[in-house]
């Protein structure tokens, strides 16, 4: 093996090693209780928002945020009851107190080895969406606790018709009405807000929409679901966000237009995108507990500010469910770019090969095969064929550098005592021969931006999520086929299936590109990095490892070939070489008359000129 390739490899699993160290959550002292405020950035205006997060209050129950108040009188008198919808896609529940969401659970999507459904809404919070407004009494009022007037029934199924449910009530002079639309086949919620006699209740010209609450954990490992995790909106162009990896309390305010607030976590999503024009956006975040308890929990505030306007009323697409590419990027306005896939400089690269390579390439290949561990071992199988000029070149290269070793070693051994006469000796020698030294790094640096993009883009791809192959039941989770009964630092307490033997396979691999008598240091490289990709792996989601895997064996087989090939080709060389040395061996006499002949030969036609 070149060093070139060596020192090229390194440096690359250095860098991986290094990010992930970066994205590994650290514990972040909290100040006197009261959490750690990030400074917005300069871009960034803050704003006095009406919401805070509010005490923690029983489950079915919303905050009072004042008592007393004449204009708010009556608003929290009536009967409290529940209207639940069903569709194919979801069991959706409302309540009268409120007339807020205060349940969505998808049919098509269970927890993490559970039956159980996944829920959206956290039951905790008493209801996922409030109007927030000041009254003339200077005091802020949450609407969820209002109890509201609906004439639907108790429960209702969405057919082909659209189910409407409508939420009304009294406020001072005025009123408030909430219109819910749902229909089949759909995960969007059509949301409107009337205000009738806005001015005998709101002493601003504005009001905030709210949702309260995070989205509950779904999956088996809360740190990875957590770092997946937070509040989002849009301004400007740029996705703002609050995470809580690192931090126990963050809160962000937004000035300007705001397209869209959400809430997510690692493979779910709830946004809110107003069709009126939202004139800032605030983000709230708590953490309660450390992040590897077992009982952490998250809780979010994500609003809009929306302006109090002459129109009937002001309307919003609520979107309840997967972060499936094709739903969310239908709305083109950049909600995937909730999704993290890796720093700033990289998205430059990652994004793009997620959106537009790795996304439509795995629809088009689902249309004709059903499993994905299957999938990623076909798309193996084309990134191979895709790279394969650059390897073949490659391998060639390497095949070259192994022919010049003894070279290299006259070289060394002869200046021994000058590196830079060793170095320019080596460089003449380059150039005299044709090799580039770095022709064998070629394509692992081309394969490494797909290894990252996948590495970030395969554990939240929601397509692979809870899909199955061979012992592997969840192609976005390692595959465990060992408990240990101790815990090793960064590896972890349990051996994953694939990631083992993609680690076998890179010795393999490392064994066929071995230069014959390689030194110590090469020889514990072959075992060293393999060792330090199967740590680094070990937590990463299975799929990853599966292509990695196939990767390998891929590049050991075409590389047999393409030595097979080369060394075909050097004894054909050989082979050609000796037989022309022996028709160019003559006897002395055989040689005189070769001359005579072609002296001859040569002088009848200068006889012929003269005449």
Known sequence: MDKNVIIATVLIALIMVV???????????????????????????????????????????????????????????????????????????????????????????????????VQLVDTTKGGAIGIVFMSPSSRIYDTRSFTFKSSAPSRLTVGDAPVELVFRTKVGAGAIVKRYTLTQESYEIGLSVDFESPETFLIQDRYEIVWNGGLPFTEGNHQIEIRNSGAFARSGGEVESVELNSKTYEERSLRGVVDWVAVKNKYFMAALLPTVEARGSELIGERFGEVDEEHVRLDFVASLQIPITDSEADHFRLYLGPMEFKKINAYGVGLYDTVDLGWDVLETLTRPLAKWIFIPTFALLNRFIPNYGLILIVFSILIKLLLYPLTKKSFRSMAKMKELQPRMEAIKEKYRDNPQKQQKATMKMYKETGVNPLGGCMPMLLQYPIIITLWMFLPQAIEIRQQGFLWATDLSAPDVILNLPFALPVYGDYVAGFTLLMGLSMIFQMKIQATPGSGAQQKMFMYLMPVMMLVIFNKFASGLSLYYLCYNVLTAVQQKFINHQLHKETEEAKEAKGSGGMKMKHTPRQKRKSLTTNGRAKARPAKKSRR
């Open 19 to 117: 990010w992930m160290t970066m994205l590994t959550p650290d514990p972040v002292a909290v100040p006197d209780g009261t959490g750690i405020i990030e400074e917005p950035t300069e871009q960034i205006e803050t704003i006095e928002p009406l919401f805070q997060i509010p005490e923690e209050i029983a489950p079915g129950q919303a905050p009072v945020f004042a008592e007393g108040d004449s204009t708010v009188m009556g608003s929290q008198e009536g009967e409290i009851r529940d209207i639940v919808v069903d569709s194919d896609f979801f069991t959706a529940t409302f309540s009268t107190r409120g007339g807020t969401l205060t349940s969505m659970l998808l049919k098509k999507y269970t927890k993490f080895e559970s039956e159980e459904a």
